[in-house]
């Protein structure tokens, strides 16, 4: 079984940046991708971008080139750096671990919130 904690939410202003961190621990060792979703008040959980073992990440179109995602294994800890936050980032963010196409945990989630 795999844990997962996300934690670096917070209220910030539109143009601001946040870091996001989600810890893993337990069963790490067979995780081929980590991912960060969102999910605002009243839309669905959508993906904001995925890392996987071998570092190839891929993001929604509209984060890109606002926001990287990373991965520090030493520590078994993902980043998502968020630069340029807009008011439409405002959500709860969600990271999630998958082996072999299957989701096998999810956090509890940080909310962001950007005024304007």
């Known amino acids: 079984q795999v844990q997962l904690v996300e934690s670096g939410g917070g209220l910030v202003q539109a143009g601001g940046s946040l870091r996001l961190s989600c810890a893993a621990s337990?069963?790490?060792?067979?995780?081929?991708?980590m991912g960060w979703y969102r999910q605002a008040p009243g839309k669905q959980r959508e993906l904001v971008a995925t890392i996987t073992s071998g570092g190839t990440t891929n993001y929604r179109d509209s984060v890109k080139g606002r926001f990287t995602i990373s991965r520090d294994n030493a520590k078994n800890t993902v980043y998502l750096q968020m630069n340029s936050l807009k008011p439409e980032d405002t959500a709860v963010y969600y990271c999630?671990?998958?082996?072999?196409?299957?989701?096998?945990?999810w956090g509890r989630g940080t909310q962001v919130t950007v005024s304007s």
């Open positions: 337990g069963n790490i060792f067979s995780i081929n991708v």
């Open positions: 999630n671990s998958q082996v072999n196409g299957i989701v096998v945990s």
